[in-house]
């Protein structure tokens, strides 16, 4: 009976978001697209010719829109789940975390990436420090191994819940990034406590 009324508030509040509203009009598989779109915007993310990962991909909308802003892009698309094929984008199904996928990444590029970003996120257990602690091990995973397959002037972009594992975060993408920047997208849901790191420039 509980989770029946969970789930029809969840429908009732999805029908009343313009994002989800948009993302069916822009023909984007979720309305996170806007996150990722508002970063572009104010960090001038993406150029041509660029080499692009994309972590916890699925159902899909990130990797849609770096295969259309990203002329030429050499993307590819990893997540636990498998998703609709995107065009120019190879996709690894699996755990991110496990030796065998990372191999798997690395064998599939000939130079260093330009980008990496990050959308992992734990099946939520609706205890928020739970949640945050489990999202912000990925993120941090995410960073280490960013530090391997990133150029010098690359970037990475990741989600984050902000809770007891932000500084940890933040100080390890300090010593690991020239810059680090925190920032949340106004298409982010506002009752949420997610937000996004932008880190530049490896040491
Ligand atoms: C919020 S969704 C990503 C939405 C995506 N950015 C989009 O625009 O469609 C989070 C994704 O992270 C994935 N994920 C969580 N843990 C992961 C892991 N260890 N390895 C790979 N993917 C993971 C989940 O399967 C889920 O699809």
Known sequence: MKKNRISKNWINKQRKDIYVRQSK?????????????????KFRIFK????????GAAPGSWSQYISKVVKNVKLISVDLKKMENIDNSIQIIGDFTNTDIQKEIKKNITKKFDV???DMAVNTTGIKDIDAIQTGELCKEAMIFSNEILSKEGI?????????????????GKKIFKEVKVFKPKSSRIESKESFVICKKTR
Request: glycine letters at 8%; zero cysteines.
């Open 48 to 55: 041509g010719g660029m080499s692009v990962l994309d972590i």
């Open 25 to 41: 009009i822009d023909g984007y598989r979720a309305r996170s697209v806007y996150k990722l779109s508002e970063i572009h915007e």
């Open 156 to 172: 990475f972009i990741s989600k984050i819940f902000m809770g007891r594992t932000f500084n940890e975060i933040i100080e390890l």
């Open 116 to 118: 990496v970003v990050s």
